[in-house]
């Protein structure tokens, strides 16, 4: 009786965690920023990633390629590309580009000056697209 309840919970457990995990915003789904391919194709340098020899528009237009953003703005040379509650800034490097992840709030508050037509994070017609999206 004992045994049967510790599995039961067990496999609980188990598939309660496949369940958050799958329904986390990680930026795997099919809306989310491309996470897992921008670390296979670009360098870690941090909590960034370094691409040597392309500019920010190229980078950009690859990352929006394999997955299109919400929206894409451009401004002192970098590119801006949103994925609901996440932002990707593409910006000059050395000689080439740095691409930066950050949550949505943080990103427009950092550039804002540069999102004029993008939607405030503050505001309450805001929908980041994340968990509870289209409360």
């Known amino acids: 009786m004992k045994s049967a309840r510790l ?4 496999v609980t457990a188990v598939l ?8 986390s915003s990680d930026g795997n789904g099919n809306d989310g920023v491309p996470r897992g391919w921008i670390r296979q194709q670009y360098t870690e340098s941090g909590a ?8 920010p528009v190229s980078v950009a237009d690859a990352v929006h390629g394999h997955r299109p953003a ?4 451009s401004g002192e ?7 609901g509650d996440d932002m990707v800034t593409v910006s000059p490097y050395q000689s ?5 992840i950050e949550d949505y709030r943080g990103g427009y508050h950092r550039h804002s000056r540069h999102l ?6 503050d505001s309450d017609s805001f929908r980041g697209g994340g968990p509870g999206e289209g409360k």
Do not use: H, N, Q
């Not at 004029?116 to 994070?121: D, F, G, R």
């Open 7 to 10: 599995v039961r919970a067990a």
């Open 16 to 23: 309660a965690a496949a369940l958050l995990t799958a329904c």
């Open 48 to 55: 960034d990633w370094v691409v040597p020899g392309k500019s």
């Open 70 to 73: 919400l929206d894409r703005a």
């Open 77 to 83: 040379s970098m590119e801006f590309l949103r994925y």
């Open 96 to 100: 080439g580009s740095r691409i930066e």
């Open 116 to 121: 004029t037509y993008w939607p405030s994070p």
